[in-house]
């Protein structure tokens, strides 16, 4: 995987616990591996980032799978970029091969997670700063 498309690539350890009867990831463990994944490439910004990273809560999830990851495909390459943002929130986007993939291989899944900002003592809404905004636009994928 080219690591030069993506803000980051993580490396997430599948656990037995992941497993379904099925023999593959669970969904909601996919939204667990992807918050592990989002977590590290937040704490690993620095702490300039600070205020953008503590006031982002999730407010929408979209996964869609296209191939089956199973315990023999940990750990998981969870690559994660800005798709966009907008006045009051940004959207990340991730694309998740097992460990023996191809680089230029179909993911397996790919996802996105909606963060809006928030005042968090006043409990509403914020704004983008412009410099937030800078942050996030440095963290796009070229072409898309």
Known sequence: MSKDLYAFVAQVPVRWS???AF???NHA???TLMEEARIQWLLSAGEEYAPLIKSAMIVHVEIRYQA???HEDS???VAMWIKGHRSVDFTIGY???GADAAPDSRPACVASTQMAVVDIEAHTLRRLTDVEKGYLRSW???NG
């Open 29 to 31: 463990r996919m939204v």
């Open 23 to 25: 023999g593959h990831i």
């Open 75 to 77: 750990p998981l390459e």
């Open 68 to 70: 089956q990851l199973r």
């Open 140 to 142: 796009g994928r070229p």
């Open 95 to 97: 694309e998740i091969r």
């Open 18 to 20: 992941d497993m379904d």
